[in-house]
Structure formats: C-alpha cells, structure tokens
C-alpha cells in the first residue's frame, strides 16, 4: 500500500478545512459548504469510472449505497463541528475515526478486538477531554467543555470509520471503477436532503456565497473533494483501512499546527489552548498507532 498518500490526504484535509473554516467565518451557510465539498467528491471521482473495470454484483452495488449514505451523515456531522468549533478543535477529534474503524474491522471483518485496542480508546478518551477544555483567562483549569463540537465531530468519525469499512469489504467485488463513483453519485442525490427541513424559512440569499466567503469556500470545497476521493480509492484498491487511517490521523496535527501558524482560532489567540490541542493531538496519535500496532 502506498503510505504517502494517505499522508498527503491528511494535509489536504487539513488544508481544505482550513478554508470552509475561512468560508463559513465570511457568512457562507453550513449547508451550501457541505453541498459544495459534497459535489466536489464527486466530480473527482467520476473519472475513475474510464480507468478502473468493473463487474455487476448487487452486495458491491448495495454497499456502494450504503457507503454513500454514511458519508453524507458523517460530512454534514463534520461541517456542523467546523461550524461551532474551532479547526484545531474539531480536526484532531476526527482522529478517533481510526479507533471505530479498528472496532468495526474486529465486528464485521472477522478480526478480533486485543488488549492494545482497548487501550487505545482509553488513551483516545483522554485525548478527546484535552482537546475539548478552553482554559480559563488566568488558570489552567477548564472554563467550559465544548460538548456540541466534540459531540458533532465524534459522530462524523464514527459514520466516516462505517464509510471506510463499507469501501473496504465491497468495493473489490463491484470493482472501485464502478463502486467509487456509484457511492460518489449517492452522496449527491442525498444532498438535496440538506435543504428540506427549513426550505421554506431559508431565503433566497441565503442559497448564495457572500463574496468575501467565496474563495475559502470553493478551494476548501475542491480540495476536501480530491483528498476524500484519494483516501477512498487506496481503501478500495488496497485495503488495510486501519492502517491507512493511523496514517491519516495526521490531520489533527497539521489542522492544529495550520491554525496555529495562520490564526483564526482560539489557539492562535492563547498559547495554552495550543499546548492542549498539540498534546491532546499527540495522544491521539499514539492512540490509534497502539490500537493498531496491536492487531
């Protein structure tokens, strides 16, 4: 399996949520970000439908539905953590995708649960604590708990871990040249969904991009696409999902560091915010390379 690209994926990531971030601060909706990032995928993956072969079989063609439903769940989980929280909040908190996709493997793909496992999710809820707690102004002790952003962003990793297994025990027998882009196609016949609960309060404008959000919008949106098209192709062709997904945890490093350097977050304001999210990141990380190490 290539490791470089799921290493490259979890830059992109963290790049790419670098800009909705930018886009949804500029006054984009929520929902038109995760409509844009959700078009995006798909424009990036149906290409490999000329590239990659493929054979009728209904439990790859089902799965590829199914694949697709949970994504929509997970992206719109992830946009509404973006939303509340800060990148460098809500982005390492992803990483606990690795630790469900471990479980779920363990559940469904006939690998067994180890000690290292359990030991990884134990190190992995104390990660999560970190990376939720705002310092008071003059202390180190937690002034509040930011629930909605952990609570959104662990629910994206969850249906994001079901996602990667569902890629990995279908896609090769409908073939990712027809699986990837049939579960592309379904996230985009969802997206309209977005938009039904409060059609008929949402105004007109409010369908548009303010321009001061259409940059961060857009390239977030084109990038969010290539990244999640790449990490789902590895996974189709190669599997080992657990292993690509240590890999990609990477992403709450980079978000962390890129927030950091860049500004626009709490922890570009307050040091100590920083020093939590970096340790609370670093735990992560450990984390899920124990879980795994231990398969």
């Known amino acids: ?41 798909a424009g990036w993956s149906a290409p490999l439908v000329f590239f990659f072969p493929g054979q009728p079989n209904s439990s790859g063609f089902w799965g590829a539905l199914l694949a697709g439903t949970s994504l929509f769940i997970g992206r719109l989980c992830a946009i509404r ?8 909040h809500a982005t390492p908190l992803l990483g606990t995708k690795t630790v469900f996709v471990a479980i779920l493997t363990s559940l469904f793909l006939d690998e067994p649960i180890t000690s290292g496992l359990m030991a990884g999710a134990i190190l992995t809820s104390v990660a999560v604590a970190l990376l939720s707690i705002s310092p008071k102004e003059k202390s180190w002790w ?13 629910l994206a990793a969850f249906f994001f871990a079901l996602t990667d297994i ?31 609960p409060e059609f008929r309060q949402l105004r007109p404008s409010s369908l548009f991009l303010p321009p001061a959000s259409r940059m961060g919008s857009l390239v977030g949106s084109a990038v969010i696409g290539f990244q999640t098209s790449l990490v789902i192709l590895v996974i189709g062709l190669f599997g080992h999902a ?18 950091g350097a860049a500004g626009g977050g709490t922890a570009s304001g307050d040091r100590r915010v920083l020093a939590l999210r970096l340790t609370g990141a670093t735990l992560l990380l450990a984390a899920v390379a124990l879980a795994v190490g231990s398969l």
């Open 1 to 41: 399996m290539p490791l470089f690209i799921p290493l490259l994926a979890s830059f992109l990531y963290a790049l790419g949520s670098w800009g909705l971030k930018l886009g949804l601060r500029c006054g984009a909706h929520p929902r038109i970000v995760t409509a844009l990032s959700n078009l995006s995928m």
């Open 81 to 88: 953590a973006l939303a509340h929280g800060d990148l460098s």
């Open 142 to 154: 937690p002034k509040r708990f930011d629930r909605i952003t952990t609570g959104w962003a662990l």
């Open 166 to 196: 569902t890629v990995q025990k279908f896609a090769r027998s409908l073939g990712i040249g027809w699986f990837q882009p049939l579960m592309f196609a379904t996230l985009v016949l969802l997206t309209p969904l977005l938009f039904l």
């Open 242 to 259: 657990t292993a690509t997904n240590v890999i990609y945890a990477a992403r709450g490093l980079w978000a962390v560091l890129l927030e």
